[in-house]
Structures are given as C-alpha cells and as structure tokens.
C-alpha cells in the first residue's frame, strides 16, 4: 500500500476546517495531521512538521493563504499547495504566488481527495502540460529508433 498524503487543513472559519477534516478522514490514503486558523500558522507548522499537502483558504486574518502559499513554496517547494477558496477571481494569484492546485470551495469531497492524490503522483503539472510531455517524450523516443 502506498504512504498516506499527510494534510495540513487551513481556514479561518473552524466549521469548515471540521468539514474538510471530516471528508478527508474517510480516505484511507489522507491523513489530515493539524488544522490551522491563518497563513502564518500555517507557515509555522510547514516549519516543523512538511506535510505532504496544504490546503488553504485565501482570505485570512494575520497572514493571508496568498503570502501563506509563496513563503510555504519558497522555502519547501515539495509541499503541494491547493488553494480552495469560494471566490474564482484569485485562481490567477493563488497560481502565480505558486499554488499546485486551484479549486473552488463547494466541489465534490471525492474530486478534493483526487487532487490530493494526484499532486502525489505528478505535482504541478496541468493535463495540456503532461499531454505535451508525453508527446515530445514520444517523438523523442521516434527518433532514436
């Protein structure tokens, strides 16, 4: 069996925090280690303990998941990032301050789950990125024939 994905969950309302937690812990392959209220927490526990996987929101108190995501990958770029917020505009700002994943908070507990499994198998790699691999790998492999 492969290792489990350890998560950290961080949200600054606890009643969502709870409600990922609980999604996530019927995965048998996640593991949800903490919860965290802001950004900054959130920077400290990376600090301490590298989770696998932060999920985070984008509006916060004392640090926001924006700043949390570019100190995070700035100092631990093995740590995947998913940005899971209600508001679409910060796709592009979540992506540039180096989030591996973007989702909108109300999607299906079974697509969060797949995502985070996913970053464990090709971390940061959108479908058109990993399609246009695959080819060159392809003809490159055409080539030495």
């Known amino acids: 069996m492969n ?17 990922i937690r609980a999604l996530l812990e019927l995965a048998p392959d996640i593991e949800v280690l903490k919860e965290a209220s802001n950004g900054w927490e959130a920077v400290q526990f990376v600090a301490e303990e590298q989770p696998d996987v932060v999920l985070l929101d984008v509006r916060m108190p004392v640090m926001d998941g924006l700043e949390a995501t570019r100190q995070i990958k700035a100092r631990w770029p093995q740590v995947r990032v998913i940005v899971l917020t209600m508001y679409r505009s910060h796709r592009k700002e979540a992506l540039a301050a180096g989030a591996d994943r973007f989702l909108l908070k ?40």
């Open 106 to 145: 109300g999607g299906t507990s079974r697509s969060l789950t797949e995502v985070i499994r996913s970053l464990q198998v090709s971390p940061r790699t959108d479908e058109s990125e990993a399609k246009q691999s695959e080819v060159s790998k392809k003809a490159k492999e055409m080539n030495h024939e």
């Open 3 to 19: 290792k489990k994905s350890r998560v950290l969950v961080v949200d600054d309302q606890a009643s969502t925090r709870q409600g």
